[in-house]
């Protein structure tokens, strides 16, 4: 993980947080996923123009692998649009952004899904970041009696939003990648940009499709089209947040690595949650976020890492005693 990687995840995590945080506090529903991804798409438009990809010259395997990427796309907006109507930002945000940790973990030693696969300790780190995320999202009692919120459901959605988002992770990594080693175009920001729109595109399209076929969707459409710039705001975040994260993982040796930096997202959420949407701030989320930030550097340090601590520590034993 270079520190260049670091610093684009960094402000991807508020720019994510902050279009969560949106979608949640107005009426979350397909319908503004929709109008968000033709925000973002907007944005990216004349990336595509300015930089366009050589689409006759990119292997099939690229087009597969960004047909999967869409596909992942569309399980995560359906999974935050019903997530978030039913159950808390500061629930359901940390559970469903959890669980892809371990499964891109454990799949990066089946997938190529980076140049290197992580080592003992960064799966140790990623465990215990893993497991401080579900502290994080442990549910409160109350949440149980609710016929209208039972906890399969929270179960349910968190999963599919997981594996959309692993889904993605994956062949977005793996298209870049193709195009990086084609050698038909210098892999950077307009480029990056320019496959995020193709994506939009595909996202547009299959919400468009979806919000068209269900009743309760075309309702929320017009209830909010025309009515608040919150989704073209929320677009604009995804666009460049999403065009970060693609660079980073051309930066980065494994994409695993790039997601578990991307749970320092998990810690800003819950303020946003706790600050805007006024949700209480509970013993176990905070043991859930220590949890996480132990778990990151374990991850990012390097393997001889409790060598190094011990020999630091004799060396202030000796120095001062």
Known sequence: MTWTAFLFILLSVFLHAGWNLLLKEHKPSLAFCFLLSCCALFCMLPCIILCPLPM????????????????????????????????????????????PVAMLAVGSFFL??????????????MGILFLGCLCMASRNKRLGDSPERPAWMLWFWAVIGATGTCFYT?????????????????????????????????????????????????????EIFGKTWTPLVAGFFDA????????????????????????????????????????????????GLTAIVAGLLISVLPADWPQTVLFLWRQFVHAFF
Not at 112 to 125: D, K, N
């Open 112 to 125: 190529p899904l980076g140049r290197q696969r992580p080592g003992a300790w960064a799966l140790v780190g």
């Open 170 to 222: 994956g062949f977005d990594n793996a298209a870049t990648n193709l195009v990086k080693d084609s050698g038909v175009v210098v892999w950077g920001l307009l480029p990056s940009c320019a496959y995020f729109c193709l994506v939009e595109i595909g996202l547009v399209v299959g919400n468009g499709l979806i919000v068209a076929c269900i009743p309760e969707e075309r309702k929320a459409f017009r």
């Open 240 to 287: 460049l947040c999403y065009s970060l994260v693609l660079i980073a993982y051309t930066k980065a040796t494994n994409a695993s690595m790039v997601f578990a930096f991307r749970q320092l997202g998990l810690p800003v959420g819950f303020l946003a949650g706790v600050l805007f949407l006024h949700e209480k701030a509970k013993r176990k989320k905070v043991i």
């Open 56 to 99: 006759m010259r990119l292997p099939w395997k690229f087009w597969a692998c960004m047909g999967g990427s869409i596909v992942g796309e569309l399980l995560y907006t359906s999974s935050l649009a019903h997530g978030y109507k039913l159950f808390d930002f500061s629930l359901f945000y940390p559970l469903a952004r959890a669980l």
